[in-house]
């Protein structure tokens, strides 16, 4: 029984494993397609920026 398990994770590792590719993480309501964050122009930082940028 050891070896057939043994066979089995290997057939896994080696096969379906294989197989397997990562889609990534995407937030609910972003578009699938959508580029890098656009810059803000409001020019006013909040406070938690802020005190980032003091450091």
Do not use: I, W
């Amino acid at each position: 029984m050891a070896v057939l398990t043994a066979a089995n994770f290997v057939y896994f590792l080696l096969v379906c494993a294989h197989f397997y590719r990562y889609e990534g993480e995407q937030a609910a309501d972003a578009p699938a397609a959508a580029g890098p964050e656009p810059a803000r122009d409001g020019g006013s930082t909040s406070d938690s920026d802020a005190a980032l940028l003091k450091t």
